[in-house]
């Protein structure tokens, strides 16, 4: 097996009860890959997210990650997770903690890290997304970008080696936009390996090293961003893009 | 017709009485709620159990007995009159023997036990809802960042539940001061049973109940208040 293949999908399936949303998924996601999926509403694409940590568990097929088949019932999701961050469109902070908190959770409660250390881990990432100074807030004082941002530090804070992000800035004021793109880009130059799910085609083809289309629960086209947007073979495709560009 | 005069003949001679009845009311509440949190904490984890498709048969098995078991337990009580279920576990229990040496604290014991499983069934609910109304995000995010289903309940989830159980857990225990009163038919000398012993020692009929029920009055009224003004000032601090 190829080292640097971070996560290999083969044959994903979801489906809840009569519905079947992923009918057969394959893609391989190297080592600094950043992949955009976009879609139109119900093609399935944050479903095919959520099945990359299980956070829905797929009733067909198998996701490895780092050499070890997650779908397994022997393997422990938990140590998993550890490894792959996740942001998600409505932050999620944890409303209980503050700011340093939410961002110090995972290294201290979950890794056991020393107090001291996590702060100092948690305070260098609430600084790089450009909030070093809200870390005694409370989550619901800031404003939605800066919550998603916090959300990212906190997903960093464990040392993923893949983030997820599903539809990060969907529930953003539009002024608010670009100051979470603007560190996910950072992210992507810092050569983050990363799976996004966005309606910002914008940032799919500045940011993006692939680029993938789903509908109806299948890829039905996936190709660099420049040959993607300007060059789209498939109908699908060509009619979606001819709707939101 | 109501008596001022006779009511102030009868505190004078049995206050004592009357007091030791309410402190008696008082302690049974305390330890039956604390039961009854305790079941309930039980019951609610057991009712929300999920089962997943990952469990293997034995399990899935064992977890669908359990949630039966903590379904059917909330809803017998909840459907059933305290009264009935006071008289079922008091008798069942000492007419099979059940019983400390002391015949004063063997009454008391199955009293709590009784209006304990009651209220167990009825926190059951407020916990659960009180877990069930933190937003699914949170338990969520929580997982994502590799924290195990007990982690995540421990720090994210039951910090941010006990704010809305809170509230309803001490409007259970002004309920259950009330209550009680049904344990002096089995005979348990709480602040009901002391009135009905002064009434037929005296062959006075309704004043004694009204010292009775003046003094229910004045620790459920202040203490229901004192809830009402605490709740008040946690809901503003969480909108801000």
Redesign the interface.
């Known amino acids: 097996m190829s080292q640097d293949k971070l996560i290999q999908v083969k044959g994903l399936e979801k489906r809840f009860k009569r519905l079947e949303v992923l009918r057969g998924i394959d893609i391989d996601i190297h080592k600094g890959d950043v992949v955009a999926v976009i879609g139109p509403s119900g093609s399935g694409k944050s479903t095919f997210l959520r099945c990359l ?1 299980l ?1 829905e ?1 797929p009733t067909g097929g198998q996701i490895i990650f780092e050499g070890t088949d997650i779908t397994s ?1 022997e393997t422990n999701i ?2 998993m ?2 490894k ?3 942001v ?1 469109q ?1 932050f ?6 503050t700011v340093l908190d939410n961002v110090m ?2 290294p201290l ?3 056991g890290m020393k107090k001291d250390e996590a702060e100092k881990l948690a305070l260098g990432l609430l600084e790089r997304v450009g909030l070093g100074d809200r870390g005694s807030a ?1 989550p ?2 800031l404003s939605g970008g800066q919550q998603q941002r916090v ?1 990212i530090a ?2 960093l ?2 040392q993923p080696d893949v983030m997820l992000f599903d539809e990060p800035t969907s529930a953003l004021d539009p002024e608010m936009v670009r100051e979470v793109l603007d560190v996910i880009r950072q992210l992507a130059d810092e050569g983050m390996t990363m799976v996004v799910v966005t309606h910002e085609m914008g940032f799919a083809r500045e940011a993006a090293s692939r680029v993938l289309f789903m509908d109806e629960g299948v890829i039905m086209e996936e190709n660099g961003p420049q040959e993607f947007f300007d060059h789209p073979q498939n109908p699908r495709l060509q009619d979606f893009l001819s709707k939101v560009l | 017709m109501i008596s001022g005069d006779r009511i102030v003949k009868i505190w004078a001679k049995y206050g004592h009485f009357y007091l030791q009845g309410l402190g008696n009311t008082l302690w049974v509440t305390l330890l039956a709620v604390s039961l009854g949190v305790v079941l309930g904490l039980l019951v609610a984890s057991g009712r929300m159990m999920k089962l ?3 469990d293997n048969p034995v399990l899935k098995g064992i977890k669908a007995v359990v949630r039966f078991l903590c379904t059917a337990y909330v809803e017998v009580l909840r459907a059933t009159p305290l009264i009935v279920q006071v008289f079922v576990i008091y008798y069942s229990a000492t007419g099979i023997g059940l019983s400390l040496s002391d015949a004063t604290a063997t009454r008391m014991m199955w009293g709590i036990i009784a209006v304990g499983l009651n209220s167990g069934a009825y926190l059951s609910e407020v916990i659960r809802s009180g877990i069930g109304a933190v ?1 699914g ?2 338990l ?9 289903q007990w ?1 995540a309940m421990r ?2 989830i039951l ?2 539940a006990i704010r809305n159980i809170l509230p309803a857990l001490c409007n259970e225990f002004v309920t259950i001061i009330k209550e009680t009163s049904v344990l002096a038919m089995v005979g348990i000398a709480e602040l009901m049973f002391k009135a009905q012993s002064i009434s037929t020692q005296t062959y006075i009929f309704v004043e004694p109940y009204i010292i009775a029920a003046a003094m229910y009055f004045t620790v459920v009224f202040p203490l229901s208040k004192l809830i009402a003004a605490v709740e008040r000032r946690m809901n503003k601090s969480v909108t ?1």
């Open positions: 940590n956070l568990e019932k938990d140590v997770r550890q792959i961050g996740m998600f409505q999620n902070l944890f409303a209980n903690m959770a995972g409660r979950v890794k409370y619901i004082q959300a906190r997903a804070a464990m | 997943r498709s990952r937003p995000g949170q969520e995010a929580a997982r994502c960042i590799g924290m195990s982690k720090f994210v910090p941010q801000r």
